[in-house]
């Protein structure tokens, strides 16, 4: 893994947790994301919180960098889900699955995947918004949608990898309408 590509994460969480998809739960993965930015191993750019699964965007300088931000992430957000979900245990049953993206094709179809899987879930069903409400995808420059005055954006950063920046756009465009397939 070089520096120079970025990951595409995905983070099952155990049956007995409670459906994700809730304002409390975003707010708990967002006090994560802060604690997963304090240790300054990842840079998450972007995410997306579907009923039983996370997917992040991450950039990380090495797979030992990658392995100490998702730890801090996976440790915090288990802490503030439990706390809101008003339950104990294990959230997190297995490991994160990293998918390394060295392409403009991987990394576009990356960028689609993970902020339009709403729509793959069926999530997107009556929903005046064109952006899912439990993603990054208001601060995705490519869509210019505006927020509504009550979203809570998770603790992102800007991309640093030629990749999400710009290397992307060589694949073609990421539309807020799409539904994606398998990643």
């Known amino acids: 893994m070089r520096a120079s590509w970025p990951v595409h994460v995905t983070l099952r969480v ?4 409670p459906y994700l998809r809730k304002r409390n739960i975003w ?18 750019v972007h995410a997306s919180v579907q009923h039983d699964h996370l997917h992040l965007l991450v950039e990380a300088k090495d797979q030992y960098a990658l392995a100490k931000g998702m730890h801090a ?4 957000a288990a802490h503030w889900i439990n706390r809101a979900a008003a339950r104990r245990g294990r959230v997190f049953p297995d490991r994160y699955h990293a998918h390394v993206l060295k392409t403009p094709r991987e990394a576009r179809n990356a960028l689609q995947y993970v902020l339009c899987n709403w729509r793959k879930h069926g999530e997107d069903k009556n929903n005046r918004f064109a952006v899912d409400w439990y993603s990054t995808g208001f601060a995705f420059a490519e869509w210019a949608q505006r927020a509504p005055s009550e979203y809570e954006p998770l603790a992102t950063s800007e991309p640093a990898s030629w990749l999400l920046r710009v290397g992307w756009r060589r694949a073609g465009t990421v539309s807020p309408r799409a539904k994606p397939g398998r990643a």
Do not use: M, P
């Open 14 to 17: 155990g049956r007995d947790v």
């Open 27 to 44: 707010r708990a993965i967002g006090k994560a994301t802060l604690a997963a930015a304090r240790t300054g191993a990842i840079r998450l």
């Open 73 to 76: 992430f996976e440790v915090s």
